[in-house]
């Protein structure tokens, strides 16, 4: 395909996407779906599995997926890199020059990937693409393209379209989550904390009823295509527990709501077991979520922690040296971004 062409295409392919990630009432399944079927035209495949992260935590927080790996698939593969196991890590194309990657039959058979490439032979699928999604310097997804037995296998120059399209397909998750997601701790009808209990081959053995209604919650939101089946809330925090790391808390955006999900890692007779919390997220993680998702600048994230605390636009202004000018711009931005009325609706969304 000529050079000009192919610039053309992934321009359009990057407007269409955008325009889908702005069509009222759709779901993840239908954004990946109609993600999927754009990005075809410029780089044909069998099948795909859409990832949205954390762009704080930098962990899993929804996932899509279509025709290719199965969902205990995705689930080794996402454990599997944070693990350092995966010769084709995701994390690797974040901060990489070149953040889309080619692995598949063509590639070295070794004692390191070999775990991969077996994995990718019960699941039927003979090459993938990935692509970190990344926009101003933040990873906000993934997608892997894959193709089966007997197709073309991605090349560089796949690599390098895919490559292309990165920034504009992070844009559309992040246009899609800042308006469908909303802002506020989820309710989930009135449910508290709810907490899992998962042991050492990753299976949840048991949860207090708040956690499986969070799970079924998460099941059934249009946000969270594979949610009831993957759990992928869970993916990050659950591998950073196993790990021994601090605790990870990932936020994660519903249609109702924001969620919490963190985990420890348990000891003595439970040792290898891992304690997972699912809650309404607080005004901490709130807070950063808004910031990073809907764009909020520092100035006016501090202007809106002065307002959690208490203080009055005269106060706040004398607080951050500002004009109560300023101030009220500040709050005006603010209210436009994330799409609130006034300031008592902010900070009742942010306290309930």
């Known amino acids: ?3 000009q062409e ?11 996407v955008l325009d889908a990630a702005s069509e009222a009432g759709a779901g993840l399944s239908d954004l990946a779906d109609e993600m999927s079927r754009l990005v075809g035209h410029v780089l044909p495949h069998d099948g795909f599995w859409l990832m949205g992260l954390d762009p704080v935590a930098g962990t899993p927080a929804f996932a899509a997926r279509r025709h290719g ?10 454990t599997s890199h944070r693990a350092d196991h995966d010769l084709n890590p995701f994390a690797a194309l974040v901060d990489d020059p070149r953040p889309a990657r080619v692995f598949g039959t063509g590639s070295p058979m070794n004692e390191v990937t070999a775990p991969l490439h077996e994995l990718m032979a019960e699941e039927g699928v003979a090459d993938e693409l990935r692509v970190a999604l990344t926009l101003r310097g933040r990873a906000w997804g993934g997608l892997t393209l894959l193709r089966g037995p007997g197709r073309r296998p991605f090349t560089t120059e796949d690599a390098d379209c895919a490559a292309g399209l ?15 997601g909303r802002l506020g701790g989820a309710h989930g009808g009135g449910l508290g904390p709810g907490t899992l209990l998962i042991d050492d081959c990753n299976w949840i053995t048991s949860a207090t009823p708040d956690a499986r209604s969070w799970l079924r919650h998460l099941a059934t939101d249009p946000l969270h ?21 601090p605790r990870t808390t990932t936020c994660v955006p519903t249609a109702q709501g924001w969620i919490a999900v963190s985990a420890q890692p348990l000891d003595g007779p439970l040792s290898g077991h891992v304690a997972a919390t699912i809650q309404p997220a607080p005004a901490d993680a709130l807070l950063t979520a808004m910031s990073t998702w809907y764009g909020i600048t520092p100035r006016e994230l501090a202007v809106v922690q002065c307002a959690l605390e208490g203080g009055r636009v005269k106060q706040i202004a004398r607080i951050l040296q500002l004009s109560h000018h300023t101030v009220n711009d500040h ?10 009325s006034g300031r008592d609706e902010l900070i009742r969304l942010l306290t309930r």
């Open 331 to 340: 709050f005006g931005a603010v209210y436009r971004k994330v799409g609130v």
């Open 69 to 78: 790996y199965s969902p205990y698939a995705c689930f080794r593969l996402e």
């Open 225 to 245: 295509a594979d949610g009831g089946r993957t759990v992928t809330p869970l993916w990050g925090p659950l591998t950073a527990a196993r790990r021994g790391d």
């Open 1 to 3: 395909m000529h050079t």
């Open 6 to 16: 192919v610039t053309w295409n992934l321009e359009s392919v990057g407007r269409s």
């Open 166 to 180: 990165g920034p504009c397909l992070a844009a559309a998750l992040r246009k899609f989550v800042s308006g469908r």
